[in-house]
């Protein structure tokens, strides 16, 4: 085992990252894809099978353009999909874990987030999202050349996450694969357009990254398929965030459809955003979470409705009655649990990804069954059977763990493969991370993660960062970041201060929801009062405080710029934030619409909320002299937090004679993640920055930058 005895820029992004694992129907394989980076040689990309008995894998391939490889329900064939430069999708399928290769289709178009689904006589159903023409059939867009690059718009729906709407929506595709009597399987080179209305865009996810992406917001039972889409003629600002579950009736899966899509209702009437459909393994149930429009988009609640009415309950409210608690913390993603009364969820709680399993039934509370770290996916060991799941997750120090948990148990009963051997390849163990509890604001508790070097003495002292997360509804989790590694930086000698302040998930929702109308207010407060805090611990330096954000982390320091207390760190490091209030909430791909200003959702009503809490505010703005040497980051491809607000915070420094520096990706979104040797460069130039702030390079009242 090779093990590198300090993390650095360069080791990081040298660590393999892993997928999720997902098991076989018998539980004896696994598959899962792992991208290697090394540097200045590039990235390899391989698909992996892994024998559970002996944890030897093999490789499937290592073609890069290779996606969406599933296995074949009641098999161990693997069946995947391939990209072409012309836009195309080829469709193959592998045998004997990679030695054998079949191409069986090729479709004219961009296809991807595939599933399948075994039916009683055999076959099994291929559906793919892809983007569909105004007469209903497949479009490739590479292969439409376009005299022009203008794209017109006509609603409040341009720019979303790191790209602009499509003038053609999204829809599912399908068609039925079929193995022959020989073992090959077969499928037809046509597929057929399951949404035919032109007002319908689904799945929704397509676009955008997150907790339930585009796969998740569809599911097939034999009796037809629920999806997640939007609806095309909601076209006012304040319905642009909305999302809506339906379901098509399918007769038969090699026929097109003859049913249209029907909406499954919300009452009373609600309108708000859908996520992470499920179909019950009968057929006989569809499962969705769902947030009211005007209220947060993480405060999810379980609705389900029969295929039979489509007309679906709250059953968290009704049934269970676990809300409005206030120590509720909402599910991210759920499955039913093999059959239409259990399911599992994860959900944030007290900076961890837990998994829960939940009965239902009247008053059934969920019982957490797995809360190491920050979970990531889970499955059924074996295909059905939800009483063992294959969990994947991560820590601070391991990027990639893979275990089996024991659901009547509640505990994990074997670990199948950690990826960093629990920290060791990296030099990293388990006692660098701590956790401590403060007072913050209106004397709430308050928590907070502590990342130490893996050779900590708390008999010296150390140069620190506070470290302030995005959101607001966010939450520091246990969990392996790349965008910004806590372990990484503690091997440089920080220790590394993560707060969960007002707004954190995962702490209640009334925690959560405290940040509304106070943006600039309760969690600001909470930041100075753990400043304060901090002053009392001895292995702190407090002349070598570095302050690091990124997304609302940033707005907080943007906050902090006209505040006193930005006089006790040495340096910052700004990375897509908010710097000017009224102009971001115009600028940013999604309608705020959720109580964060109060009825400010745009800056000309009530624009004295906005104002109250405006980093950009004239008066304010004359104190951001007192700020720190700081480096602004950001990418132009960031539609979120849009690269003018970098640019101005950065003038506004170097107006007032900061010491500051501006790093620009343009091919880059709101992370810097999309390529390898970008992130690379980033950490170097924020390690390097950090380290001239608290070594004296760089000053306050220096000149030159």
Same mark, same amino acid.
């Given at each position: 085992?090779?093990?590198?005895?300090?993390?650095?820029?360069?080791?990081?992004?040298?660590?393999?990252?892993?997928?999720?694992?997902?098991?076989?129907?018998?539980?004896?394989?696994?598959?899962?894809?792992?991208?290697?980076?090394?540097?200045?040689?590039?990235?390899?990309?391989?698909?992996?099978?892994?024998?559970?008995?002996?944890?030897?894998?093999?490789?499937?391939?290592?073609?890069?353009?290779?996606?969406?490889?599933?296995?074949?329900?009641?098999?161990?064939?693997?069946?995947?999909?391939?990209?072409?430069?012309?836009?195309?999708?080829?469709?193959?399928?592998?045998?004997?874990?990679?030695?054998?290769?079949?191409?069986?289709?090729?479709?004219?178009?961009?296809?991807?987030?595939?599933?399948?689904?075994?039916?009683?006589?055999?076959?099994?159903?291929?559906?793919?999202?892809?983007?569909?023409?105004?007469?209903?059939?497949?479009?490739?867009?590479?292969?439409?050349?376009?005299?022009?690059?203008?794209?017109?718009?006509?609603?409040?729906?341009?720019?979303?996450?790191?790209?602009?709407?499509?003038?053609?929506?999204?829809?599912?595709?399908?068609?039925?694969?079929?193995?022959?009597?020989?073992?090959?399987?077969?499928?037809?080179?046509?597929?057929?357009?399951?949404?035919?209305?032109?007002?319908?865009?689904?799945?929704?996810?397509?676009?955008?990254?997150?907790?339930?992406?585009?796969?998740?917001?569809?599911?097939?039972?034999?009796?037809?398929?629920?999806?997640?889409?939007?609806?095309?003629?909601?076209?006012?600002? %304040?319905?642009?965030?909305?999302?809506?579950?339906?379901?098509?009736?399918?007769?038969?899966?090699?026929?097109?459809?003859?049913?249209?899509?029907?909406?499954?209702?919300?009452?009373?009437?609600?309108?708000?955003?859908?996520?992470?459909?499920?179909?019950?393994?009968?057929?006989?149930?569809?499962?969705?979470?769902?947030?009211?429009?005007?209220?947060?988009?993480?405060?999810?609640?379980?609705?389900?409705?029969?295929?039979?009415?489509?007309?679906?309950?709250?059953?968290?409210?009704?049934?269970?009655?676990?809300?409005?608690?206030?120590?509720?913390?909402?599910?991210?993603?759920?499955?039913?649990?093999?059959?239409?009364?259990?399911?599992?969820?994860?959900?944030?709680?007290?900076?961890?990804?837990?998994?829960?399993?939940?009965?239902?039934?009247?008053?059934?509370?969920?019982?957490?069954?797995?809360?190491?770290?920050?979970?990531?996916?889970?499955?059924?060991?074996?295909?059905?059977?939800?009483?063992?799941?294959?969990?994947?997750?991560?820590?601070?120090?391991?990027?990639?763990?893979?275990?089996?948990?024991?659901?009547?148990?509640?505990?994990?009963?074997?670990?199948?493969?950690?990826?960093?051997?629990?920290?060791?390849?990296?030099?990293?163990?388990?006692?660098?991370?701590?956790?401590?509890?403060?007072?913050?604001?209106?004397?709430?508790?308050?928590?907070?993660?502590?990342?130490?070097?893996?050779?900590?003495?708390?008999?010296?002292?150390?140069?620190?960062?506070?470290?302030?997360?995005?959101?607001?509804?966010?939450?520091?989790?246990?969990?392996?970041? %790349?965008?910004?590694?806590?372990?990484?930086?503690?091997?440089?000698?920080?220790?590394?201060?993560?707060?969960?302040?007002?707004?954190?998930?995962?702490?209640?929702?009334?925690?959560?929801? /405290?940040?509304?109308?106070?943006?600039?207010?309760?969690?600001?407060?909470?930041?100075?009062?753990?400043?304060?805090?901090?002053?009392?611990?001895?292995?702190?330096?407090?002349?070598?405080?570095?302050?690091?954000?990124?997304?609302?982390?940033?707005?907080?320091?943007?906050?902090?710029?006209?505040?006193?207390?930005?006089?006790?760190?040495?340096?910052?490091?700004?990375?897509?934030?908010?710097?000017?209030?009224?102009?971001?909430?115009?600028?940013?791909?999604?309608?705020?619409?959720?109580?964060?200003?109060?009825?400010?959702?745009?800056?000309?009503?009530?624009?004295?909320?906005?104002?109250?809490?405006?980093?950009?505010?004239?008066?304010?703005?004359?104190?951001?002299?007192?700020?720190?040497?700081?480096?602004?980051?950001?990418?132009?491809?960031?539609?979120?937090?849009?690269?003018?607000?970098?640019?101005?915070?950065?003038?506004?420094?170097?107006?007032?004679?900061?010491?500051?520096?501006?790093?620009?990706?343009?091919?880059?979104?709101?992370?810097?993640?999309?390529?390898?040797? /970008?992130?690379?460069?980033?950490?170097?130039?924020?390690?390097?920055?950090?380290?001239?702030?608290?070594?004296?390079?760089?000053?306050?009242?220096?000149?030159?930058?």
């Amino acid at each position: 085992m090779v093990v590198n005895r300090r993390l650095t820029a360069e080791s990081l992004i040298e660590v393999p990252k892993r997928s999720p694992v997902v098991p076989n129907f018998d539980g004896e394989y696994g598959l899962y894809s792992v991208s290697t980076h090394k540097v200045g040689s590039g990235t390899t990309i391989e698909v992996r099978v892994i024998h559970f008995a002996n944890n030897q894998s093999v490789q499937l391939t290592d073609d890069p353009a290779v996606h969406d490889a599933r296995w074949i329900p009641n098999s161990n064939d693997i069946l995947y999909l391939k990209s072409t430069e012309n836009g195309q999708t080829d469709v193959y399928y592998a045998r004997s874990f990679g030695k054998d290769h079949f191409k069986i289709a090729s479709f004219d178009a961009t296809l991807k987030d595939l599933r399948l689904k075994g039916l009683a006589d055999g076959t099994m159903v291929f559906m793919v999202a892809g983007l569909s023409d105004s007469h209903g059939m497949l479009y490739n867009e590479k292969a439409d050349k376009k005299p022009d690059s203008g794209r017109l718009f006509r609603n409040w729906n341009v720019r979303i996450w790191t790209e602009l709407y499509r003038e053609q929506r999204f829809s599912l595709w399908y068609n039925v694969l079929r193995q022959t009597k020989d073992r090959k399987w077969e499928l037809p080179e046509i597929l057929h357009n399951l949404i035919l209305e032109d007002t319908i865009d689904a799945p929704y996810g397509m676009y955008t990254s997150g907790p339930t992406p585009a796969v998740d917001n569809y599911n097939i039972a034999s009796c037809g398929v629920a999806f997640i889409g939007r609806d095309l003629t909601k076209t006012s600002p %304040q319905q642009s965030e909305n999302t809506y579950p339906y379901f098509v009736a399918i007769d038969s899966y090699t026929l097109p459809p003859a049913h249209k899509p029907r909406p499954i209702t919300v009452p009373p009437n609600l309108e708000g955003h859908a996520t992470c459909i499920r179909l019950s393994p009968d057929g006989s149930t569809i499962g969705f979470l769902f947030s009211k429009e005007g209220g947060d988009l993480e405060d999810r609640h379980l609705y389900l409705s029969s295929t039979s009415s489509l007309k679906s309950f709250n059953f968290f409210q009704i049934v269970s009655r676990i809300v409005p608690d206030d120590d509720y913390n909402p599910p991210t993603t759920f499955d039913f649990a093999g059959d239409s009364f259990s399911c599992v969820f994860m959900s944030d709680h007290c900076g961890r990804v837990v998994i829960s399993y939940l009965k239902l039934g009247e008053h059934k509370k969920p019982v957490k069954i797995f809360s190491e770290g920050t979970a990531t996916a889970y499955y059924p060991v074996q295909e059905g059977d939800w009483s063992r799941l294959l969990v994947s997750s991560s820590s601070f120090i391991d990027s990639s763990i893979w275990q089996i948990v024991d659901v009547e148990e509640r505990k994990t009963v074997r670990t199948v493969s950690s990826s960093t051997r629990s920290g060791q390849k990296l030099g990293l163990h388990a006692g660098m991370a701590s956790e401590i509890w403060f007072e913050g604001s209106e004397g709430t508790p308050m928590h907070s993660f502590i990342v130490h070097p893996a050779d900590f003495d708390r008999n010296k002292t150390y140069p620190w960062i506070l470290s302030p997360h995005g959101g607001p509804e966010g939450a520091w989790t246990d969990g392996w970041k %790349q965008q910004f590694h806590a372990a990484a930086w503690a091997e440089q000698g920080y220790i590394v201060v993560l707060p969960n302040i007002t707004g954190s998930v995962g702490f209640g929702t009334k925690f959560r929801d /405290n940040v509304r109308g106070s943006w600039g207010g309760r969690p600001l407060a909470d930041l100075i009062l753990l400043i304060k805090h901090l002053e009392s611990v001895p292995y702190l330096n407090q002349d070598k405080a570095i302050i690091i954000g990124a997304s609302f982390g940033a707005y907080m320091i943007s906050c902090l710029c006209s505040h006193e207390i930005i006089t006790r760190f040495c340096g910052a490091i700004w990375h897509d934030g908010i710097f000017n209030l009224p102009t971001w909430l115009i600028q940013t791909d999604q309608m705020v619409n959720d109580g964060s200003f109060g009825e400010s959702i745009f800056p000309w009503i009530q624009p004295e909320n906005l104002d109250q809490f405006n980093p950009a505010r004239p008066d304010r703005l004359i104190k951001f002299r007192n700020a720190p040497p700081t480096l602004i980051t950001g990418g132009d491809k960031d539609y979120r937090s849009p690269i003018t607000e970098a640019l101005a915070f950065f003038r506004t420094l170097q107006g007032q004679g900061v010491p500051s520096a501006l790093l620009m990706f343009p091919d880059e979104g709101h992370w810097i993640t999309g390529r390898e040797e /970008n992130s690379l460069r980033w950490y170097q130039t924020a390690f390097e920055w950090a380290n001239n702030c608290v070594s004296g390079k760089i000053k306050r009242g220096d000149t030159g930058y």
